[in-house]
């Protein structure tokens, strides 16, 4: 339904119209005011889009580098060990970042991992090596799908969709995972 009309009729189906617009805020059948931040709904709804494939993609890389930390074994485990345990930390607070700017957007963020399998660009790969040099490559190959995927998506922001908000937090992202992947690509040289 139309936004304007839907205020109409939820006014006019108030038997008793209340005095105040504070007082109208305060109750829970009234409209909530949609976000105005200089972005029309529809883009900004877009963006929201973009950020939960970016979550997705974070979370599912997220479970992966715990799973790395977890199971990595050789004579480098306790060194990659707690390499993957920052790095799954650091992927637990990107993964709240985007959800929150998926918020500050007025939007819904993804929270199921039903949600985040079906909308994330990476392979969950159950059947990844244990051998640490295969784990580390296989992390690599993902930052570097991530930076690719993200180099694209802040564009689009944007270009786009006028967000460019989201195209700088974007891009604090890519670079966050280029220096992850720089790290992660120096122990297979
Ligand atoms: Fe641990």
Redesign the pocket.
């Given at each position: 339904m139309d936004k304007a009309l839907h205020q109409m009729t939820s006014v006019d189906s108030q038997p008793h119209p209340r005095p105040s617009v504070a007082a109208e805020s305060s109750s829970s059948h009234m409209p909530i005011a949609p976000a105005e931040i200089g972005i029309p709904e529809k883009q900004r709804q877009a963006v929201v889009a973009i950020l939960n494939t970016v979550l997705a993609d974070e979370f599912v890389l997220y479970t992966k580098s715990r799973r790395c930390?977890?199971n990595v074994q050789g004579p480098d485990f306790s060194e990659l060990?707690e390499l993957f345990?920052k790095q799954y930390e650091q992927l637990g607070q990107i993964v709240d970042d985007v959800a929150e700017r998926a918020r500050a957007l007025d939007g819904v963020a993804a929270g199921s991992l039903e949600e985040y399998l079906r909308l994330t660009r990476l392979n969950e790969e159950p059947t990844m090596s244990y051998d640490a040099r295969g784990m580390i490559a296989a992390l690599l190959a993902d930052h570097e799908r991530l930076i690719r995927s993200l180099r694209q998506d802040l564009r689009i922001c944007s270009d786009q969709h006028g967000d460019e908000g989201t195209m700088d937090f974007l891009t604090g992202l890519m670079q966050a995972h280029e220096k992850t992947a720089w790290m992660l690509r120096a122990y297979l040289r």
């Open positions: 930390h977890w060990h345990q």
